[in-house]
């Protein structure tokens, strides 16, 4: 997919992300990995709940930066974390596409204890 095509699609899920209703941009088989774990969240509604569930507990989002190519793209940020030990975190959040919709997410930082599904666990 052209570099065109990825960002409209990122475009398109970013704000998409701020209805709570994304899902229809992640593929069938779509994972989400937390890299801290290797926990996995698999399915485009079980990974739509769990970023859901990820933002709910996260507040100060700073987007540093948004890097896009064909069939990638990677978000870099920061934010306050609601839940967990205090204090500022950086996070990295790889997405992998395959055609108009995401395939895959792969989250970097210390998420693991504000994501809702595996703090359950």
């Known amino acids: 997919m052209p570099f065109e095509q990825t960002r409209y699609v990122m475009d398109n899920y970013f704000k998409a992300l701020g209805t709570g209703d994304f899902a229809r941009f992640l593929t069938d088989d ?4 937390t890299m801290e774990t290797g926990a996995q969240v698999r399915g485009p509604l079980a990974v739509q709940d769990a970023v859901i569930g ?3 507990r996260m507040s100060d989002f700073e987007t540093r930066q948004l890097v896009v190519s064909d069939d990638f793209a990677c978000i870099e940020g920061s934010c306050l974390p609601n839940v967990g030990p205090p ?4 996070y990295c959040v790889i997405y992998d596409l395959r055609g108009d919709q995401i395939a895959s997410m792969r989250a970097y930082g210390p998420l693991t204890a504000m994501m809702p599904i595996l703090a359950a666990e």
């Open 30 to 33: 779509v994972t989400w990995t």
């Open 54 to 56: 990820l933002h709910a």
């Open 87 to 90: 204090g500022r975190i950086s």
